[in-house]
């Protein structure tokens, strides 16, 4: 064989061999995605009851501990999804259905994740390296207070609305799982209108029971220091103590419920009464004089008459005349 020969040949094998490195790198990749993406899915939606408190002996922050599995058996069974306990309760394959409380399979997209995931060998990203649950809300139970002192002192409302107050909470916070859009509800309940906020739920509870927020499941779900029933679920944002407190009293004060402020006749309102009324001329004074008495603030003294040209002048045409410019100066 000649040197030609065999310096092609050489060069034939150290490509040959190049490639496949490449190509094993690709893989190992793609498995690693995988795996974090598979992972990611555990820790928001699983952990909630399968970490630290281990729900039905199922520990599923490690590897080992979800193959050895729980009371029910090995949690996952690497390349064999169809019997792996994970993906058959988490796509609703069994009489088994989790998340605890959905009434719908995880979306296909997740499936298919956790799939190739158990597929490939349901490996850790990092072996031996437990999973955190991601994004707990808050415990609320010492907060409540400090919320409503709050609304004494003036920061929240002593009366909330249900249009100003109420409605952009539970557009934020519940709509998700309880809106206007029927494909995506969890259940009977939805509260985009007052019939769908008032329905009786499965269990024969009511989620708002008006004047009584104990009373009222809406309320006890918000506030409860169980996570796995507290709502909004772990894995979307929690209230905040402030929202909490403006349930609570809007509950309390009787849940008033009001149609969208567009559908509501306009009515002229009643100034409000003020300690000092020095310096009103009319009820908008009033109005603001209420605002700045309840924060605590002073009033401005009365502009001079030059201070007022000059405002009226720069809101109405946006510049200085030359000859406002050298009388005002």
């Given at each position: 064989?000649?040197?030609?020969?065999?310096?092609?040949?050489?060069?034939?094998?150290?490509?040959?061999?190049f490639q496949c490195f490449a190509h094993s790198q690709d893989r190992q990749s793609d498995s690693g995605k995988t795996a974090l993406a598979a992972v990611d899915l555990l820790s928001r939606n699983c952990l909630v009851?399968h970490g630290a408190t281990q729900t039905s002996g199922l520990d599923l922050r490690q590897r080992l501990a979800a193959l050895k599995g729980g009371k029910r058996g090995p949690a996952i069974l690497p390349g064999r999804?169809?019997?792996?306990?994970?993906?058959?309760?988490?796509?609703?394959?069994?009489?088994?259905?989790?998340?605890?409380?959905?009434?719908?399979?995880?979306?296909?997209?997740?499936?298919?994740?956790?799939?190739?995931?158990?597929?490939?060998?349901?490996?850790?990203?990092?072996?031996?390296?437990?999973?955190?649950?991601?994004?707990?809300?808050?415990?609320?139970?010492?907060?409540?207070?400090?919320?409503?002192?709050?609304?004494?002192?003036?920061?929240?409302?002593?009366?909330?609305?249900?249009?100003?107050?109420?409605?952009?909470?539970?557009?934020?916070?519940?709509?998700?799982?309880?809106?206007?859009?029927?494909?995506?509800?969890?259940?009977?309940?939805?509260?985009?209108?007052?019939?769908?906020?008032?329905?009786?739920?499965?269990?024969?509870?009511?989620?708002?029971?008006?004047?009584?927020?104990?009373?009222?499941?809406?309320?006890?779900?918000?506030?409860?220091?169980?996570?796995?029933?507290?709502?909004?679920?772990?894995?979307?944002?929690?209230?905040?103590?402030?929202?909490?407190?403006?349930?609570?009293?809007?509950?309390?004060?009787?849940?008033?419920?009001?149609?969208?402020?567009?559908?509501?006749?306009?009515?002229?309102?009643?100034?409000?009464?003020?300690?000092?009324?020095?310096?009103?001329?009319?009820?908008?004074?009033?109005?603001?004089?209420?605002?700045?008495?309840?924060?605590?603030?002073?009033?401005?003294?009365?502009?001079?008459?030059?201070?007022?040209?000059?405002?009226?002048?720069?809101?109405?045409?946006?510049?200085l005349q030359p000859y406002l410019r050298s009388t005002l100066s």
């Open positions: 064989m000649s040197k030609t020969h065999v310096l092609r040949w050489v060069v034939s094998t150290l490509l040959i061999g009851c999804p169809e019997e792996s306990l994970v993906y058959v309760t988490a796509a609703h394959l069994g009489e088994l259905k989790m998340p605890p409380g959905s009434d719908s399979p995880l979306p296909p997209e997740q499936l298919a994740i956790l799939k190739k995931w158990i597929l490939e060998g349901a490996e850790w990203p990092e072996s031996g390296v437990p999973l955190e649950r991601s994004s707990a809300p808050p415990a609320l139970a010492d907060t409540i207070g400090q919320a409503s002192d709050e609304a004494k002192q003036g920061s929240l409302p002593l009366n909330p609305e249900f249009n100003r107050d109420i409605r952009s909470i539970l557009s934020d916070r519940c709509f998700t799982c309880h809106g206007p859009d029927k494909a995506n509800r969890k259940t009977a309940l939805h509260f985009d209108t007052e019939e769908g906020a008032f329905t009786p739920l499965s269990n024969g509870k009511v989620a708002i029971v008006r004047k009584d927020p104990e009373s009222s499941e809406m309320y006890r779900r918000i506030t409860s220091q169980d996570i796995a029933t507290r709502m909004p679920p772990v894995t979307h944002k929690a209230l905040s103590v402030r929202e909490v407190e403006l349930i609570r009293r809007w509950i309390e004060q009787g849940a008033k419920w009001q149609p969208h402020w567009s559908f509501i006749p306009v009515k002229r309102p009643q100034p409000p009464e003020v300690k000092d009324g020095k310096g009103i001329r009319n009820p908008v004074d009033s109005f603001v004089r209420a605002v700045l008495e309840r924060e605590g603030l002073p009033h401005s003294l009365e502009a001079d008459r030059s201070t007022l040209i000059r405002r009226v002048t720069l809101d109405l045409t946006g510049y």
